[in-house]
């Protein structure tokens, strides 16, 4: 290129500096909007819409998963009886982000029991759902906070409804398997006492004693047999036992067996057969607890964040029971016209701090140890309009007897 060719290019420049310089502060314009309007969904100020704040998130999203997998394990520790309970699919979720404050999820979970008593404590992935014959599932409802560069994950209340899979349906499905029966018969108790007896022939030292049978199912085929689950303690020492440790009769339960009695005497051709027994228990890992109070050690889990699970003092809406387990008999027992009805109606879930549809605050300053106050907006629980259309998510276990949408 010539010296006449390089004049004539530096002329251009020259000449298109003003308006380079003008599009230079376009682009630099443009790209901050971009960016500004890029960003601003998540930075999106309350004020502009203060109490609507509950945004739908998708039920299968890994996020939400492990939000409501930490709300379980909350609500399956805050339980003294029962089985623990599996997420079978997030049925629907909400985020309501509280600037400072991290989020408040509202959770609506199909669940399961598993086969793992709560006084277990067994870790959430050894516990497998109930075969199909003996399923009970339902629905909690949960609100769940999580401050995450605080580490806060606080379950501040639930409520769950859990019905055990229709009979009628099951046998249908499977007319030889084994069918709950009413924890009370007489036979289930035989069956509880004779397979503990037969534990406790085998102890060399220690004696137990039943505490209370949590489950027992019946079966027909291929021989009358019962199969029991039932918790037992140390039974008090008794003159034949001088070197039992003296343990007072109301102590808690040390572990849970499962039976089984079966006889063939109900066949009038035959004689009647001597019982086969059958029993394995399982201890409980020894909790220490506390005198008078919940062990903070004990409610700490494997999470991965620490949990700030402070036993309350002071806040007596604090230390009020956050929400509860309820029973309901299955659905054959009910009148024919009700059937057919939704989930929400079949398993009714009530979970409301508030009915102010502007919302109240929760003080959960407890949980942040901090001199000034620490507020959680709380709204009513929403239904299930806007909900995400990812939602309900994918079921864990596909059973065609659970009564699902
Ligand atoms: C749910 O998420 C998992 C993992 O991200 C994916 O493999 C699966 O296909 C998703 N299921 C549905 C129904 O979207
Ligand atoms: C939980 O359910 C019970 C009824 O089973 C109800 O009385 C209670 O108010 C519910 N808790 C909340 C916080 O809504």
């Known amino acids: 290129m010539g010296g006449p060719v390089l004049a004539a290019l530096y002329q251009l420049i020259l000449d298109l500096v003003p308006y380079r310089m003008g599009l230079l502060r376009l ?33 299968n999203d890994s996020q939400v998963l492990a939000v409501a997998g930490f709300a379980l394990q909350n609500i399956n520790r805050d339980q003294k009886d029962g089985y623990m309970l599996s997420l079978n699919r997030v049925h629907d979720v909400r985020e309501h982000y509280q600037e400072d404050m991290g989020s408040l999820f509202y959770l609506t979970l199909d669940v399961l029991e598993t086969g793992c008593h709560v006084l277990s404590r067994k870790a959430q992935k050894d516990c497998k759902p109930r075969m199909f014959y003996e399923s009970v599932y339902g629905q909690c409802k949960a609100m769940f906070h999580i401050n995450k560069p605080r ?10 409804t859990l019905r055990p899979v229709s009979k009628r349906k099951t046998h249908m499905m499977c007319p030889d398997c084994p069918s709950p029966i009413d924890l009370s018969a007489p036979s289930v108790l035989e069956a509880a006492t004779e397979s503990l007896a037969k534990f406790n022939s085998k102890s060399p030292s220690k004696k137990y004693e039943l505490v209370k049978v949590t489950k027992a199912t019946g079966q027909l085929m291929p021989s009358l047999s019962y199969h029991v689950e039932y918790l037992i303690r140390e039974a008090p020492c008794t003159q034949s036992q001088a070197s039992c440790s003296l343990q007072p009769s109301d102590s808690e339960p040390v572990g849970i067996c499962q039976g089984s009695l079966s006889s063939m005497s109900y066949v009038p051709l035959i004689q009647p057969l001597e019982n086969s027994v059958t029993v394995t228990c399982e201890f409980f890992e020894s909790q220490a607890q506390v005198p008078g109070g919940e062990n903070p050690a004990v409610t700490q889990g494997p999470q991965k964040l620490p949990q700030k699970n402070i036993t309350p003092t002071s806040s007596p809406s604090v230390t009020a029971p956050r929400g509860s387990i309820q029973h309901l008999p299955d659905l054959d027992d009910k009148p024919e016209e009700s059937k057919g009805e939704s989930p929400e109606e079949a398993f009714p879930v009530q979970l409301d701090l508030t009915t102010n549809p502007q919302g109240d605050t929760l ?5 942040y140890l901090e001199p000034e106050e620490k507020k959680l907006v709380v709204l009513p629980f929403p239904g299930k309009e806007q909900r995400s259309a990812e939602c309900p998510g994918p079921e864990k276990e596909r059973n065609p007897v659970l009564f699902s949408p």
Do not use: E, I, K, W
């Open 151 to 160: 580490r806060v994950l606080y379950l501040p209340a639930y409520n769950c």
């Open 363 to 367: 003080d959960v300053s407890f949980l």
């Open 27 to 59: 682009l630099v314009l443009c790209t901050l909007a971009a960016c500004c309007m890029a960003r601003s969904p998540p930075v999106q100020p309350l004020p502009q819409r203060p109490f609507s704040g509950l945004h739908p998130l998708g039920c």
